[in-house]
Structures are given as C-alpha cells and as structure tokens.
C-alpha cells in the first residue's frame, strides 16, 4: 500500500463547476499538506499549503485537512480553463526531508 | 530573474551511455533534490542535498549518482546501471533542508530518453 493514495482521473468538468481533489495517506505522522499544479511538460507550482488540520482559502482555491480521517481535499470553485492541469498533492512529517507526493490527477475544464 | 534551470530540456541517449542532467538555481537555496516522474506514479525522490558536499540517497537512488560542489549546482548523472531511466526529471530547491521543506521551487524538467 503506498503511503499517499490519489486518484489520478482523468477529471473533466465543464467550465464554472466546483472541483473536489482529493488524497488519502497512511502515515499519521504527516502534518505539513501541500497542493502542487503542474502544467503539461512543467515543473510542478506550489498552490497551497497547510499545516495540521483545518482550512485554507486563496481565491478559488481551497484546502481543507482531516487528519481523523487522514483525508486531505482541494476544491476549485468556478473553475477555468486555464486551471487544466495535473494537481498533485505532497505530505511530510515534522523534521522529515523530504515530501511524499501522491500520483497525480489530470483535471481538464472544458470551455 | 531569480529561479532553477535545468538543461537540456530533451535529452536523447543510447542505451549503455552515461548521461549528466545539469540544474542550477540562482535562489541562493540551501537544499536541492532529484525528482523521476513517469506516468501515474507522481514523483519519487532520486537524491537530496542540504548543503554543499554533502548529499543523501532518496527512495530510487539505484544507477543515479550527484555530485553538490557548488551550492548553486546539483548535476545528476544517470548511469548505464539504471535498469529504465526514460522518464521526466525534476529537479528543485528550497531555502532549507528541514524548516520549510514545503516551500520546494521546481525546475522546468528535462525529459530523457534512452533508445
């Protein structure tokens, strides 16, 4: 079983649709969850990150943690074309060095 | 502009030939890592450096080798003993190796290819 599980779709939702990302881990020892996008043939952008439990909201952009469940989100609200990509989430324990990423999903939204 | 170049961005090789991926960063980044990314497996930890002339295994460190001379240089040399080595490599950096390992600056990726 890998240590960090994540659908990797494809998902395509049609433009303005709110989009749920999700992964799920096995380590209880993570603490620090972060979202990455990456375009095709790019490196992968730092979207958001948290630490602990709870919510976070940029824009568009929300990530929530629940550590009970070991259950990690990000939701796209009225989403854009521009926001195709594969987002990948990333997790690591406190003095870890090093992140542990989940495989990836390909969102695609449709004009 | 500050930021991580890695070159070439397409790499073509035989296979049995050693090949250096180069990567820079002008971030003034104390830690540097090596990324493999092959379809629907995400990215996997190839080596990871903290500080100059020094440098840690990461979980698929078998046929890669690094060399961390230069603070700003992280070269990752993908040798003939690596059983697969197509894919797309990723290299970044962050400020330091532990407290803020969030904060991973990615490069462009160079994707090789061994015939």
């Known amino acids: 079983q890998k240590e960090v599980e994540q659908d990797p779709g494809p998902l395509s939702v049609p433009e303005g649709a709110i989009v749920s990302l999700n992964c799920t881990y096995s380590?209880?020892?993570?603490?620090?969850f972060m979202w990455y996008r990456q375009y095709s043939r790019k490196g992968p952008e730092l979207l958001m990150y948290?630490?602990?439990?709870g919510n976070k909201e940029d824009g568009r952009f929300t990530a929530q943690v629940d550590k009970s469940s070991k259950y990690i989100s990000l939701f796209i609200r009225d989403s854009q074309p521009s926001d195709s990509a594969t987002y990948l989430c990333?997790?690591?324990?406190?003095?870890?060095?090093?992140?542990?990423f989940g495989q990836g999903t390909r969102l695609t939204i449709n004009p | 502009d500050g930021g991580i170049t890695q070159s070439p961005k397409y790499l073509f090789r035989k296979e049995g030939q050693n090949v250096t991926l180069s990567c820079e960063q002008n971030?003034?980044?104390?830690?540097m890592y090596w990324y493999r990314q092959d379809p629907g497996q995400g990215l996997r930890l190839i080596y990871y450096?903290?500080?100059?002339?020094?440098?840690q295994k990461g979980d698929i460190a078998e046929g890669y080798s690094v060399s961390r001379e230069k603070k700003e240089s992280f070269p990752l040399t993908v040798t003939s003993a690596q059983k697969n080595p197509t894919a797309f490599y990723l290299c970044?950096?962050?400020?330091?190796?532990?407290?803020?390992?969030?904060?991973?600056?990615f490069g462009p990726g160079t994707r090789l290819t061994v015939t």
């Open positions: 380590n209880s020892a993570f603490q620090y």
């Open positions: 450096s903290q500080i100059v002339n020094d440098f």
């Open positions: 970044a950096s962050s400020l330091q190796g532990n407290s803020d390992l969030y904060e991973q600056y």
């Open positions: 990333a997790m690591s324990a406190q003095g870890a060095q090093k992140l542990v």
């Open positions: 971030l003034n980044h104390d830690a």
């Open positions: 948290t630490y602990s439990s």
